[in-house]
């Protein structure tokens, strides 16, 4: 169970990292933090920043990297659900843990294109 704590505090850490990310945006999106939110709201909020930055002045592999990074986030959030209120049975902690490393790897991605001068914006 120790496993599944540490796993929840990269997934909350991993939904604040991705507002960090969506607030450097030319038109910033600002997600409501996700302690007042509860899982729900923040996976509602984050759907709907997924439809808002294909509207935004973006270059297209901006908008695929966020789009993606966020789509794991969505993973790792539904299976540290099903974890918790189901069942922490191996396959959804590794499934958790693996959706977790591909949004880092995706993060790390996404914040050099929005940092970085002249990249992607």
Not at 70 to 99: K, N
Request: aromatic share 4%; net charge negative; charged share 20%.
């Amino acid at each position: 169970m120790r496993e599944l704590e540490e796993l929840a505090e990269l997934l909350l850490g991993a939904y604040a990292l991705t507002g960090k990310l969506l607030s450097l945006l030319p038109i910033p999106i600002l997600l409501p933090p996700l302690e007042e939110t509860g899982g729900l709201n923040g996976a509602q909020a984050l759907e709907r920043a997924r439809v808002a930055i294909h509207d935004l002045p973006l270059d297209p592999h901006v908008v695929a990297t966020l789009d993606h990074m966020i789509f794991e986030w969505l993973i790792a959030r539904d299976l540290c659900t099903l974890a918790v209120s189901i069942s922490p049975d191996p396959h959804r902690i590794h499934g958790l843990r693996a959706a977790l490393a591909r949004f880092s790897e995706i993060s790390e991605r996404a914040e050099r294109l929005l940092t970085l001068p002249g990249q992607g914006l």
